[in-house]
């Protein structure tokens, strides 16, 4: 079994976050779908929003 070096894991966070706030985005539409939200501004916004994330991180552990 190998180890999951740093690079591996700053790669990874920089796929899996604007997923996940890309997923959040969706669910959020779905949940509150009676408000009238642009699915495309709230699935894009989560995504922009999971990957400044991923930056902010992948900045503060060098």
Known sequence: MTHLRKDDVMTWLG???PVLGGL???AYVNINHME????????GGG????WIAA???????G
């Not at 009238?36 to 699935?43: E, G, L, S, T």
């Not at 995504?47 to 999971?50: K, N, S, V």
């Not at 930056?55 to 552990?61: E, F, G």
Request: no cysteine; aromatic share 12%.
């Open 15 to 17: 796929y899996a976050l």
């Open 24 to 26: 959040i985005g969706v």
């Open 36 to 43: 009238f939200i642009n699915p495309v501004w709230a699935v």
């Open 47 to 50: 995504a922009i929003l999971g």
């Open 55 to 61: 930056r902010l991180i992948r900045k503060a552990l």
